[in-house]
């Protein structure tokens, strides 16, 4: 019987070190997650991919591959359960409850309790200052002081996690304009959107602050992004005329004022009372979707595994940035069709209603052109061969532009030139990962608007010598501009 017991006893000793073939339950296991781990890992390489064509399947098969991977990790703990039948239950009971839990969440937002997008903003650290305005549609929280690495506007638009490693600090006023300073009073105005307000620079790189430096006068920044021409003249008459300015300069973005417009229009058909009212309770359900907002946070946190894309990218071909990418943003794809030229039409009535505002008060009155950035890289950087960028094609608003201030007999710049000059020169005056100016496009147009002013003979300062891209400022029409060319004053054609 012993030496029964130890024949038995070494017999389970030899075949423990072996390895043990796989069972049923744990082929079953193993059946179920291969098949999710395949998909994540074509997921992951589909991802990494940077064209139109490959984003759109990322963003498709994301969202097919979340709930399939759940449902296979259920089907694996039941196969692994000693007690599949009650694992099931639980399995189902489980399912049952998180969908109710997610409906309930999901129908805070439809009854307008909750807005989600606040609410994973927060949880990443990101910033949200603006709030409702019954007359504007919205505009900046007042009094507000923020420092914190920001994510460009093409990392949000396609769910990158910001690249920018230095913090940016942003400071807005009493009124909830972006001036460090409060001013009761202003020599000059800026009027215009997030190009003027500054986006994706600090508060010391903005060009109202680099223009005040420049001319040692007083410098109010009334930019506000996300504003159109319509907003703009509200601010204009509101707020610009309240700091008794002696020059207006007033910015006109090509990339998406006239939109801008048209987005104020259908917000202006709601009543007061709602304008006025939280965001929760404004708008459609989409932007306040938990699901919309949920996927947005979780492509971040899954980034390293499934990184997003910019599909539209150029780089660059020659100069001391050579082999920069540039990304862009989707302004240029839009073709110029008849909604665009009846936006247009809009929009010079608006520029029509500010002049008057202005020439009633004598005050000067300057409008600016800001070109979008694929206008300005487009021949100095390398397209992808399968990139849409290609067949992109530019709006004729300049021209447009340039002929309404010489008819209207208003003072006006067109920047591209400028801008243009810059990169051909090896200069960087729009953030490569944002559609925006970089601290240098701030310095170089603040440069360009201070000898513009003094050409116009509306203002003396102290000139430095402009860089060999800058030269010399041309303006297009305007009253002063003739009476400066009849007196035999300096040129400025």
């Given at each position: 019987?012993?030496?029964?017991?130890?024949?038995?006893?070494?017999?389970?000793?030899?075949?423990?070190?072996?390895?043990?073939?796989?069972?049923?339950?744990?082929?079953?296991?193993?059946?179920?997650?291969?098949?999710?781990?395949?998909?994540?890992?074509?997921?992951?390489?589909?991802?990494?991919?940077?064209?139109?064509?490959?984003?759109?399947?990322?963003?498709?098969?994301?969202?097919?591959?979340?709930?399939?991977?759940?449902?296979?990790?259920?089907?694996?703990?039941?196969?692994?359960?000693?007690?599949?039948?009650?694992?099931?239950?639980?399995?189902?009971?489980?399912?049952?409850g998180l969908i109710l839990a997610l409906g309930l969440l999901e129908l805070a937002a439809v009854v307008r309790l909750v807005h989600w997008q606040l609410v994973f903003m927060a949880l990443r650290g990101e910033e949200q200052h603006y709030v409702p305005d019954p007359d504007l549609g919205f505009r900046h929280a007042p009094s507000i002081r923020w420092s914190g690495r920001q994510r460009s506007d093409v990392e949000t638009a396609w769910g990158?996690?910001?690249?920018?490693?230095?913090?940016?600090?942003?400071?807005?006023?009493?009124?909830?304009?972006?001036?460090?300073?409060?001013?009761?009073?202003?020599?000059?105005?800026?009027?215009?959107?997030?190009?003027?307000?500054?986006?994706?620079?600090?508060?010391?790189?903005?060009?109202?602050?680099?223009?005040?430096?420049?001319?040692?006068?007083?410098?109010?920044?009334?930019?506000?992004?996300?504003?159109?021409?319509?907003?703009?003249?509200?601010?204009?008459?509101?707020?610009?005329?309240?700091?008794?300015?002696?020059?207006?300069?007033?910015?006109?973005?090509?990339?998406?004022?006239?939109?801008?417009?048209?987005?104020?229009?259908?917000?202006?058909?709601?009543?007061?009372?709602?304008?006025?009212?939280?965001?929760?309770?404004?708008?459609?359900?989409?932007?306040?979707?938990?699901?919309?907002?949920?996927?947005?946070?979780?492509?971040?946190?899954?980034?390293?595994?499934?990184?997003?894309?910019?599909?539209?990218?150029?780089?660059?071909?020659?100069?001391?940035?050579?082999?920069?990418?540039?990304?862009?943003?989707?302004?240029?794809?839009?073709?110029?069709?008849?909604?665009?030229?009846?936006?247009?039409?809009?929009?010079?009535?608006?520029?029509?209603?500010?002049?008057?505002?202005?020439?009633?008060?004598?005050?000067?009155?300057?409008?600016?052109?800001?070109?979008?950035?694929?206008?300005?890289?487009?021949?100095?950087?390398?397209?992808?061969?399968?990139?849409?960028?290609?067949?992109?094609?530019?709006?004729?608003?300049?021209?447009?532009?340039?002929?309404?201030?010489?008819?209207?007999?208003?003072?006006?710049?067109?920047?591209?030139?400028?801008?243009?000059?810059?990169?051909?020169?090896?200069?960087?005056?729009?953030?490569?990962a944002d559609s925006h100016w970089s601290p240098a496009g701030h310095r170089l147009t603040a440069l360009w608007l201070a000898k513009t002013i003094e050409s116009l003979g509306w203002i003396s300062a102290r000139s430095a010598q402009p860089s060999?891209?800058?030269?010399?400022?041309?303006?297009?029409?305007?009253?002063?501009?003739?009476?400066?060319?009849?007196?035999?004053?300096?040129?400025?054609?």
């Amino acid at each position: 019987m012993e030496s029964g017991y130890k024949e038995k006893l070494g017999t389970e000793s030899e075949t423990s070190g072996k390895p043990t073939p796989l069972t049923g339950r744990s082929l079953a296991v193993l059946l179920w997650l291969a098949p999710a781990a395949l998909l994540w890992t074509v997921l992951a390489f589909i991802a990494r991919i940077p064209t139109a064509g490959a984003v759109k399947i990322t963003n498709v098969l994301f969202v097919v591959t979340l709930p399939l991977t759940y449902l296979a990790i259920l089907a694996a703990a039941v196969c692994a359960s000693s007690r599949p039948r009650a694992a099931a239950v639980r399995a189902a009971a489980m399912t049952f409850g998180l969908i109710l839990a997610l409906g309930l969440l999901e129908l805070a937002a439809v009854v307008r309790l909750v807005h989600w997008q606040l609410v994973f903003m927060a949880l990443r650290g990101e910033e949200q200052h603006y709030v409702p305005d019954p007359d504007l549609g919205f505009r900046h929280a007042p009094s507000i002081r923020w420092s914190g690495r920001q994510r460009s506007d093409v990392e949000t638009a396609w769910g990158l996690p910001a690249s920018a490693s230095d913090p940016l600090t942003f400071t807005y006023d009493a009124h909830g304009f972006r001036n460090v300073t409060p001013l009761a009073r202003a020599d000059i105005v800026l009027i215009g959107d997030s190009y003027v307000e500054g986006q994706y620079v600090s508060d010391d790189q903005i060009v109202s602050r680099a223009l005040q430096t420049r001319l040692d006068r007083s410098v109010a920044n009334l930019g506000v992004a996300g504003y159109g021409t319509a907003q703009e003249l509200i601010v204009l008459e509101r707020d610009g005329m309240a700091l008794e300015p002696n020059i207006v300069i007033w910015f006109f973005f090509e990339g998406n004022d006239l939109y801008d417009d048209q987005e104020f229009e259908n917000t202006l058909v709601a009543p007061r009372e709602v304008r006025a009212s939280a965001w929760t309770e404004r708008g459609g359900w989409w932007p306040r979707s938990l699901m919309r907002n949920a996927h947005t946070h979780l492509r971040l946190l899954l980034y390293p595994i499934v990184p997003g894309q910019v599909p539209h990218f150029g780089t660059l071909a020659a100069g001391r940035h050579r082999g920069q990418r540039i990304l862009f943003g989707p302004e240029a794809s839009f073709p110029w069709k008849d909604f665009e030229r009846s936006r247009w039409e809009k929009a010079q009535e608006t520029f029509r209603e500010g002049a008057r505002v202005t020439q009633k008060r004598n005050i000067h009155l300057l409008l600016v052109y800001i070109p979008m950035k694929f206008r300005v890289y487009r021949d100095f950087v390398e397209l992808p061969t399968d990139s849409e960028a290609r067949d992109w094609t530019l709006w004729p608003l300049p021209d447009l532009f340039l002929q309404f201030c010489r008819t209207e007999r208003l003072a006006c710049v067109d920047l591209t030139g400028l801008l243009r000059g810059s990169v051909g020169d090896g200069g960087m005056p729009y953030a490569p990962a944002d559609s925006h100016w970089s601290p240098a496009g701030h310095r170089l147009t603040a440069l360009w608007l201070a000898k513009t002013i003094e050409s116009l003979g509306w203002i003396s300062a102290r000139s430095a010598q402009p860089s060999r891209s800058a030269g010399q400022p041309s303006v297009t029409g305007g009253r002063e501009h003739e009476e400066a060319r009849d007196n035999r004053r300096t040129p400025v054609e």
